[in-house]
């Protein structure tokens, strides 16, 4: 459930308790009062009934269910009463928290259809005016019962409409406080985890550059080495420059692993897009085809550093484990269902033998096949943050056929 | 070949100190070499040092106890940089981390910044950028 659902499944919740506390001190009251026929008191009663079966429906979770019928028989109900009791009861203004709703109850996923729906209002207060102003209402009341019921109604509307405004202004302040909190709380956090790496690595590092400093001083003291004092050179060179670059990696490794991110709708297209200009050298070189569709699931529910990182990781991967026998083609999905996310990469690459190698994959420092560059810390990191979010990766292999990776996520995360 | 006459070196580690002074000596970078491990025992060689012996080039250390390389600057900028206003002052660091730079930037009389360790090359680059007139 997203943080929009769990909203809306509160808001409706209270609009449904509403109604029903107007609905049923409403008929109790007519009822013996005498001055109404039992009809329709009765009428009210069933009306009042029917919100509690909306609230056990809601309670669901059949948000969908629950909007419509509010939406749709409000507006009847709301048009009928001013049609029984008359337009002095000003019952019509009802309508005015009808209209709206259609804006809180549906995703923006629906577009124009909330806007149809509240438009739908307008042609329902004509056809209302219109029939107030030709016929008496169907039930007669005693003109102090009309003004009581006129001003109750408009003491309805007003209360109403300051709720709605305070609903989105103090809440709207409310949760943005607390958003701005949070994100405090992590910037702070990752810049103590800047500073942490960065003391940690120091002493590590320091010592490094010296030995590069002093393995230099000794090659221009060393006049004419042989053969045997050049490979032992050779061999420290090596290492030296081995050591740094690993410093380097654990460096990336600790700020990606440890990385705590705002959880927020982070839109994969533009993610790629950063993707791809990135690995733009590669794709062009290696004549890589990459095939891109994000329209089951355009956006998912993460950290942006999080996601940039898997996909960065596992295209990267596809160009570099590419087979040298056919051109390499990528392809990026996305898909989702109720309860997951899921985010695949598969490649026409080199192939992953996962009966001896399937365990090794994700280890720190393990690379399975030994022609490319590259540190083999790229999967333990994005498996470590999937993981840590609840989430898995799943591979799935053959041999000289290809690879296909898949970050699967479930829906809820709340940060 | 040009040089500069005295190098000041600004860094705890001895053994740091030691590979910088021996590069210098061996490339005849500079006539003497002189040394601090901190920031605030480079303040008090630049407060007491004769003339002839006031560095032309000095190579700094960001990370030192006491008084560290950020440090040094403040107090630099405030006392010695109107009379030092040919002095060569490069940051030295184990990383390249973008905070330090920027934070190395602000100062005016930082005029390069780069990452141990000092080697040939960097030395040569130093000759060929300041010393070759």
Redesign the interface.
Known sequence: MSLWEQKRGVLLNKIVWYFLLIGIPTSITLWYMDAVPNEFAVYIGALALSYIGLLILNSKGHFTITALYIVFAGDLATCSTPILLGPDTNAQFLLLLIAGLPFLLFHKNWGKRRLLMALMVFPMWVAVEWYCHSYEPMVILEPWVIEVIGYFYGAVVIGFSIYIFYHFTVQNERYAKKIKEQRNLLDDKNKRL?QFS?MA??DL???I??I???F??LG?DLEDPNQEVQESLDGIAKSISQAKSTIHDLIGVIKMVSLVEQVEEVALEEVMKGVSDGLSLQIEEHQVHIDVDFTDCPSINFGKVGTRSILQNLVSNAIKYRSPDRKPHIQIRSETNDQQVILSVSDNGLGIDMDTDGKKLFGMFKRIHTNAEGSGMGLYVIKSMVEDRGGRIEVNSELGKGSKFSVILPRIIIS | MKKFNTTLLIDDDPVTNMLNSRLIQKLDLSNHVEIATNGQEAVDYLRNCTDDKRPNLILLDINMPVMNGFEFMEMYEKEFAEDNECVILMMLTTSANSADLEKARAYNQVTEFMSKPLNKAKIELIREKYLSE
Do not use: R
Request: hydrophobic content about 25%; overall charge negative; charged content about 25%.
């Open positions: 800047e960065y690595t120091h590092k320091t010592p550059a010296n590069e400093g002093f230099e001083l221009m």
